[in-house]
């Protein structure tokens, strides 16, 4: 039961599971904002500790740059996706819209609502946001910029150390954006072949009952007997048709 609840959340309804889950993770970002640091058993290597922290805040830079990109790639393949759809729908045009054709047509506008959504999810990863990157602090009065000191080793390793793990969160949502927008492009793209494979299959079929069939004729005959009773004789016959083998078959029933 777990794991068919795990595969609905994760493909059938990934942007709604996205939400939900960044929504967790913004609560965990806005609490371990005023988290306290312990560096107690790093003391006297303040140095060494920084410089690899240093290297771990540029990468995490470096990967929201990645992620940033994957999401402008998504975005352009739901374009394309999209206008193939806005095409397609002139075909439906040349369609007899029926039963049948109906769940074609609602496979499209399902499809749709894929893209959509996942247009939406891919552009919350290209949201701005804030990122904690370690840079000079200046300050400003009316007439000039000023440098203010470096913090002493331990309070600039306290303040990178939560820098890097609120970019680890911000990094984690966008990730989940991401990944959710890739799901509902793969699944609207399926929709959109099922689409096509559904109404090229119905308007075969359709044709097929169009050109062969059986076509029922009832008809009367009237008779006069001894010039002075009429007699009306109901009679029917059954018209079979193939127009593609162009054969006429006639069955008379009295």
Known sequence: MNKLKYFFQQQIFPGFYASCVNKIISKNYESQQNFNVDISQVTGNEKEYIKQIKIDLENQLERKKRIEDKAKSLLFIIAVAITAITFSLNYLNS????????????????????????????????????????????DKDDTKYILKANQTDTDYLKDIIISKQLNDLINIRLSNYTYASFNLIRNGIILFVLFFITTISFSYSSKIDKNTGIHKIEKEIKV??????????????????????????????K
């Open 95 to 138: 369609l007899t819209i029926d039963v049948y054709q109906t769940i074609s047509i609602a496979i499209v506008f399902l499809s749709i609502i894929y893209l959509v959504i996942g247009a939406i999810r891919a552009l919350q990863t290209l949201n701005i946001r804030q990122f904690n990157i370690t840079q000079a602090t200046i």
């Open 224 to 253: 006069k007997v001894n010039d002075s009773i009429n007699v009306n004789i109901p009679y029917t016959f059954e018209l079979k048709y193939d127009v593609n083998n162009l054969k006429l078959d006639n069955e008379k029933n």
